[in-house]
């Protein structure tokens, strides 16, 4: 009866560890069918994988109770030839072949929606190349329309990221110096998150983005929007002062403004972004605050230098500019 207690307590964790996982970053819940393709062949092998534990442990049981010298020693080996050999190969063979046209890449077209993403220490440039407009940039956010292929260019500046959209499609590589091409599609709607799955560094592990994926006329209306570059207004607020005098468009640009540094995220619509600092804190006033004030501390290595001279009020007063940036 003990015994059999035993075995609540691992099912029990596991249950308990079920309930963390939701729909946002998960394999499970698909969003794309190169998603879908992968969770069908890991279902596949855990199936497979189960049965092979279920007939290896009923052989040994048999085995065991089997009376001695029941088999002769031809028997055996040619027990071993086939159970551990042949079937393997014509099982493997068999995956190997279900598997192989999976790995083909999905067919592109000429007008098709390029977004090249390049993997920084800790965070993504973004670049929007429609066929037929102007290129945006953008940082730390993907949208993509449904329905309609999206190809993505994937490189790195510094070190080796990897691009992983764990609802879209599978790992991708960032290698500097080279481009991979992931071709994508998504077929739901909804906000996603992407993640770095190659170690990079000090903060790797917070180096993630959301993924949103909208209807095929709002993300033309979107991309339309934000590629017409408005003049901010003349008279400046006082947050624009503070970003002008503290030098923060030595590295960030922000549209409609004589910014156009491209050594940290682009700035230009931080407003609609959903997360703050790639993917890890809400953007809220104070945490955007928080976040000019002591990068580090969110993010340590973070190639931002800290403002500890900033009084909380400056700090604030530049976020209040930058979440109006949209
Ligand atoms: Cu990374």
Not at 163 to 169: E, S
Not at 209 to 227: G, Q, T
């Amino acid at each position: 009866m003990r015994d059999r207690w035993i075995w609540t307590i691992p099912i029990a964790g596991m249950a308990l560890a079920l309930t963390g996982c939701n729909g946002e970053q998960s394999t499970l819940h698909v969003f794309g069918a190169e998603a879908r393709q992968v969770r069908q062949i890991a279902l596949i092998l855990a199936i497979g994988a189960a049965l092979i534990a279920v007939i290896v442990a009923s052989l040994y049981v048999r085995a065991v109770r089997a009376p001695e010298g029941r088999l002769s020693h031809e028997q055996g080996m040619r027990l071993v030839l086939w159970v551990g050999a042949i079937g393997p190969a014509l099982i493997l063979g068999a995956l190997l072949l279900y598997a192989l046209p999976t790995m083909r890449p999905r067919s592109t077209e000429a007008g098709d929606l390029i977004i090249r993403v390049e993997g920084e220490q800790f965070w993504w440039r973004v670049a929007y190349r429609p066929a037929d407009g102007p290129e945006l940039a953008s940082a730390n956010e993907v949208r993509v329309p449904v329905g309609r292929t999206v190809i993505f260019e994937l490189t790195a500046q510094d070190v080796i990221h990897s691009f992983w959209i764990p609802g879209l499609a599978g790992k991708m590589d960032m290698i500097p110096g080279r481009t991979n091409q992931l071709v994508v599609r998504a077929e739901k709607t909804g906000r996603y998150r992407g993640v770095c799955a190659e170690f990079c560094g000090l903060s790797h592990a917070l180096m993630a983005f959301d993924v949103i994926a909208m209807e095929p006329a709002a993300f033309d209306a979107w991309l339309a929007e934000a590629s017409a570059v408005v003049p901010l207004p003349a008279i400046a607020t006082p947050g624009r002062t503070l970003f002008d005098a503290q030098g923060c468009g030595a590295c960030h640009a922000i549209g409609g403004t004589p910014h156009k540094a491209t050594i940290g995220p682009d700035l230009s619509r931080f407003g609609e972004r959903m997360t703050l600092g790639a993917g890890i804190l809400p953007p809220t006033i104070e945490a955007v605050a928080d976040f000019i004030r002591a990068p580090q501390q969110a993010k340590p290595g973070v190639r931002m230098p800290a403002y500890p001279q900033l009084s909380d009020a400056d700090a604030r007063a530049i976020a209040l500019y930058l979440k109006g940036l949209q």
